[in-house]
């Protein structure tokens, strides 16, 4: 079977993602479609098409007459932003441990070697550690087999991972936010769907701990 081939436009919506989530674009800067299409080699029309698709899922915002801007956030977006992610990842949490408890505990524990590694080094690599973030938290949202959980957590996931690349830039954050999920494994291990969920929304409200929000607002 011959694999589809990808058009210019959803290429162009890959890399512009990449380039927000990593902050090689800031948060409420202005973008430039003759700018980006030259750094990308492409025309201008895939552009706007890539805009307007990063649009839709609330990673730029259009203005008229004024420009496409990346999205920014303020306390009450963060609170409402938050406030959504955390019900989602404990309604996974619940529907996991209920529908496939054993392959969920099996497939976490796949995570302690890579953690561990991480939690004994120096340095860290952002961008290892997001891929194991978001594989963990996807783990979690797969075995929950529910389709409407996993839409809806699809549709702000990349907006979650921008403003978590912001946050942990030190070995710190991120050594706890890795603790917080072997914690977490450690509540569903034991049973304990009510204890996991709480401490979901302790790992998800760091972010408003004021060395993080001083990043994202400063």
Request: glycine share 2%; aromatic share 8%; with cysteine.
């Amino acid at each position: 079977m011959v694999a589809k081939q990808r058009s210019l436009a959803e290429v162009a919506a890959d890399k512009l993602r990449l380039m927000i989530v990593q902050g090689r674009l800031d948060l409420g800067e202005k973008i430039r479609e003759q700018d980006l299409a030259d750094a990308l080699g492409l025309s201008k029309t895939p552009i706007r098409e890539a805009l307007l698709r990063l649009a839709a899922e609330h990673l730029v915002v259009i203005r008229p007459r004024k420009g496409t801007f990346v999205f920014s956030t303020d306390p009450e977006d963060l609170e409402d932003l938050c406030a959504l992610r955390i019900a989602l990842e404990q309604a996974a949490i619940r529907h996991a441990m209920q529908r496939n408890y054993a392959r969920l505990i099996a497939a976490l524990e796949r995570f302690g070697e890579p953690v561990d590694k991480i939690l004994h080094e120096d340095r860290h690599d952002m961008n290892y550690y997001l891929k194991l973030d978001f594989e963990f938290h996807r783990t979690i949202m797969n075995l929950a087999k529910n389709p409407y959980l996993t839409d809806a957590l699809s549709a702000i996931a990349t907006k979650v991972q921008a403003l978590r690349y912001r946050n942990y830039y030190s070995s710190f954050f991120v050594k706890r936010s890795l603790e917080d999920h072997n914690k977490l494994y450690e509540f569903m291990r034991n049973e304990d769907a009510e204890g996991a969920c709480a401490f979901m929304d302790v790992h998800v409200r760091r972010i408003f701990e004021p060395e993080n929000l001083k990043l994202l607002y400063m």
